[in-house]
T-cell receptor
Framework: GQQLNQSPQSMFIQEGEDVSMNCTSSSIFNTWLWYKQDPGEGPVLLIALYKAGELTSNGRLTAQFGITRKDSFLNISASIPSDVGIYFCAGPNNAGNMLTFGGGTRLMVKP | AAGVIQSPRHLIKEKRETATLKCYPIPRHDTVYWYQQGPGQDPQFLISFYEKMQSDKGSIPDRFSAQQFSDYHSELNMSSLELGDSALYFC????????????FGPGTRLTVL
């Protein structure tokens, strides 16, 4: 099946710093999704990317859909304590019936 | 706006017992997905339903079954529970074929003792 490799697994940064994480796949995805999950809660969609090369922003978050359709990155600028959580990349299968998730990046922000 | 509702939020069971988790999708969403997330793991797809029919199946154990009802709510039935079934179980909903636009519920935390 499709697999998504996400890196880094965890990051511990100072408040105000910028953050970058990425996701790669051995197969092509037609959509890339980035979710954030707070402890004990469900994933919340942050950004959806639908076209190769697409660069999309949502506030301090920016994500790009790689040209090869096999990778994506998420940047967070000027991090704040509430950015703490686990960030997952995800992609739907071709039939659009399910999502495959990356392993997640655990972000910790020191005030 | 209304979100996906899951009940119960927390459930504690003994080994070999059964459990039923419920999911109420966002109004007008006709497709429901179930995911299992073990401690420190990413969500793993279990099964999905559209119009009461199973539309896709992932790594769901034979001890688990699920169904979708005419009002689109879904139930995940888990029998002969094992310690390894302890996890967060998420339900998500979307319009048909729009897995990329699925919204997740808050999850049910199942603990098997």
């Amino acid at each position: 099946g499709q697999q998504l490799n996400q890196s880094p697994q965890s990051m511990f940064i100072q408040e105000g710093e910028d953050v970058s994480m990425n996701c790669t796949s051995s197969s092509i995805f037609n959509t890339w999704l980035w979710y954030k999950q707070d402890p004990g809660e469900g994933p919340v969609l942050l950004i959806a990317l639908y076209k190769a090369g697409e660069l999309t922003s949502n506030g301090r978050l920016t994500a790009q859909f790689g040209i090869t359709r096999k990778d994506s990155f998420l940047n967070i600028s000027a991090s704040i304590p509430s950015d703490v959580g686990i960030y997952f990349c995800a992609g739907p299968n071709n039939a659009g019936n399910m999502l495959t998730f990356g392993g997640g990046t655990r972000l910790m922000v020191k005030p | 706006a209304a979100g996906v509702i899951q009940s119960p939020r927390h459930l504690i069971k003994e080994k070999r017992e059964t459990a039923t988790l419920k999911c109420y999708p966002i109004p007008r969403h006709d497709t429901v997905y179930w995911y299992q997330q073990g401690p420190g793991q990413d969500p793993q797809f279990l099964i999905s339903f559209y119009e009461k029919m199973q539309s896709d199946k992932g790594s769901i154990p034979d001890r688990f079954s699920a169904q979708q009802f005419s009002d689109y709510h879904s139930e995940l039935n888990m029998s002969s529970l094992e310690l390894g079934d302890s996890a967060l179980y998420f339900c998500a909903s979307s319009l048909r074929g729009r897995a990329r636009e699925q919204f997740f519920g808050p999850g049910t935390r199942l603990t098997v003792l």
